[in-house]
């Protein structure tokens, strides 16, 4: 019996049932139903969500680790129960390298201030790839201002693709630490972090990931990955916002100082010494997220109820159909074109400037981004002041793509 | 929300050849505007003939939007002076952002702007290229940002 199941075919993914878990994808836009195609912007989430956020403002509330009373208890179990659900599906060793932070950027930007700031100096460089989000690039121009150390870009191709080659020549004994995405916003681009990790700390670098394009898209596994610390933000993830993961191998947290002080990363203060938490509340002043960490957690079990893999397999069809249709348009010209891509297609379309394509589309209920998509190298490497840019999710379905092509034709009409 | 509306046939037509493109050099005044929500860029250049604007002309890339309202703009204003430039800029503001303000005969063509109010994330679209003037004429040079 064993041995038959397992040749079953998976059953094919059904995105038209996992569209009603979303409901505010009944919403009419402009007088068509509503096409989101932004979900790497923010994705939205299905009702286990919604309910498990509701459940624990309704049931569980109450400030976290600091009261012996019922709700307080539930809260704190709620709390680092979701620490403990984040574990497992990053596959981290220990709830003490997950630090709850507000969302990718912040996770980046702790790093930048907690680890590299003490340590970098002068002659120091810092390597990041020429396909980052501002908020990998911000950072740690903020970190060389502060410490004097230089900020290296390895170079990318026509494709969008990362230089691996150029990349390994740019290594050397003074980087200290290279920033990476793991799925490019801008493009779609993934890169092969494996590779750079293995590759960086072969010459002593410490390799932060910018996993939040690729945590909604595919398995990670920081263990399996060797990543010294990888962060992503629970809103792009089916999760709520204002919350999001940084996780660090437990050796690399305990060094470092604590980033911001405050309740709750104590374990006594007085006016001469304060004596600091343990990991992983020295990284989390003051009270936290609770609720979004509940929210996130339920996310994680959404997308495991619906396979990782099979949502990854669903949005890889949708995005080669996308591609496919857009490719067979005269007008359009698809950004980006790496070998290797999840679920993003920039493009722009000649003669119509993408942020007028974005209210022609808008009209017609498609929601797209169209700008620099906080890439702004990634645009001056292509010579465009924008794009505009569609990116699958689990709701996503053959008919969005329709819709999509469908409203590109309006906008040739409107510029014809 | 009607395209049309948005799209008129002036502002396709201004968008696809826009007046008085280009740079002037030396220029009396000159800056740089910016919109950062859709990276649209575009500069304006001024000659004076005291306080008359004698040359205007303008450069950049953007949307249909942001070229066509410059391109009206650089033909609206020339060889206006300062006040009844700066009065202009006030009629085209109060069309672009009263929901119902009726175009005021002085505006002229550029009363095809009119649509732009329902589409209220594009209005910094439209008036990019009237702040930039407004800092080519009061700071002979400068950046300006929408945001
Ligand atoms: C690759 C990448 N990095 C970082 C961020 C920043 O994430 P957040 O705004 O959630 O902090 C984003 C989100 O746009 C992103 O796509």
Redesign the interface.
Known sequence: MAANLSLAAPPPFDAERVRRDFPILDTMVNGHPLVYLDSAASSQRPLPVLRAVEDYETHSHANVHRGVHALSQAATAAYEGARERIRRFINARSTREIIFVRGTTEGINLIAQAYARPRLRAGDEILISALEHHANIVPWQMVCEQTGCTLKVAPINRRGELLLEEFLKLLNPRTRLVAMAHVSNALGTVLPVKRIIEAAQSFGAVVLIDGAQAVPHSRVDVRALGADFYTFSGHKLYGPTGIGVLYGREELLAAMPPWQGGGDMILTVSFEKTTYNELPWKFEAGTPNMSGAVGLAAAMDYVESLGVEAIAAHEQRLLQLATAELARLPQIEIIGSAAHKASVLSFTMKGVHPHDLGTILDAEGVAVRTGHHCAMPVMTFFGLPATARASFGCYNTERDVASLVQALGKAREVFA | ?D?KE??RDVI?DHNRHPRNFGRIEPADGRAEGHNP?????LSVFVVLDGERVADIRFEG?????S?ASASLMTEAVKGKDRTAIRALFDKVHALLTHPDAAPDGALGKLAALAGVRE?P??VK?ASLCWHTLNAALEHGAATISTE
């Open positions: 929300m395209l948005l799209y396709l929500l859709c990276g649209d860029r890339r953007g949307c249909a939007i070229t589409f994330v594009r679209c």
